[in-house]
Antibody
Framework: QVQLVESGGGVVQPGRSLRLSCAAS????????LHWVRQSPGKGLEWVAV????????YYADSMKGRFTISRDNSKNTLFLQMNSLRAEDTALYFC???????????????WGQGTLVTVSS | EIVMTQFPATLSVSPGERATLSCRAS??????LAWYQHKPGQAPRLLIY???TRATGVPARFTGSGSGTEFTLTISSLQSEDFALYYC???????????FGQGTQVEI
């Protein structure tokens, strides 16, 4: 069955960096676009970024552009999110999610991981 | 940016009763509307997409309806495992951004 397992969260000071990972199994990883979505207490669910199946095209939410970088390693079935210049408002539970559309992009999330918690605090 | 509004914020129901959750979009999203179920410590689960199509393995007691700006998720007879947080999500517009509702908590 499809599984997505996030890791790499933790407590980090403002301005520092953190790298999240998402290990995937149960499907052909290289056929699907993958997303990061976050859930923060005051703002609910918020889409963060997407990377298409071949890793060539990436898109970000405006508030993350220039600070976050999404990437993937199709040989290791792993998705990444490099987060730099972290702010208190980046505190959230970060989920990876698979796009519904095989070989394309739909912006609909059919499988999610359980999330990894990032806390930005001094 | 499209704003999704869910109501009520909290729905108190008893097992076996019907639950009706609503979601409104600030502009038309056609039928590009999904519902997710989320329990603490678990991965969110896709229930409904295309406004009314149940995802794989979703019980028939979950029914989605609506189009344009008004949508409804109905749980015909609540089971104990259905008590959870439910989100609506529009995927009609790019970029995705804040395209989720704030959620409806279904509680006993």
């Amino acid at each position: 069955q499809v599984q997505l397992v996030e890791s790499g969260g933790g407590v980090v000071q403002p301005g520092r960096s953190l790298r999240l990972s998402c290990a995937a199994s149960g499907f052909t990883f290289s056929n699907y676009a993958l997303h990061w979505v976050r859930q923060s207490p005051g703002k609910g669910l918020e889409w963060v970024a997407v990377i298409l199946y071949d890793g060539r095209n990436k898109y970000y939410a405006d508030s993350m552009k220039g600070r976050f970088t999404i990437s993937r390693d199709n040989s290791k079935n792993t998705l990444f999110l490099q987060m730099n210049s972290l702010r208190a408002e980046d505190t959230a539970l970060y989920f990876c999610a698979r796009d519904f559309l095989r070989g394309g992009y739909r912006g609909l999330f059919d499988y999610w991981g359980q999330g990894t918690l990032v806390t930005v605090s001094s | 940016e499209i704003v999704m509004t869910q109501f009520p914020a909290t729905l108190s129901v008893s097992p076996g009763e019907r639950a009706t959750l609503s979601c409104r979009a600030s502009q038309s999203v056609s039928s590009n509307l999904a519902w997710y179920q989320h329990k603490p410590g678990q991965a969110p689960r896709l229930l409904i997409y295309g406004a009314s199509t149940r995802a794989t393995g979703v019980p028939a007691r979950f029914t989605g309806s609506g189009s344009g700006t008004e949508f409804t998720l109905t749980i015909s007879s609540l089971q104990s495992e259905d008590f959870a947080l439910y989100y609506c999500h529009q995927y009609n517009n790019w970029p995705p951004g804040r395209t989720f509702g704030q959620g409806t908590q279904v509680e006993i």
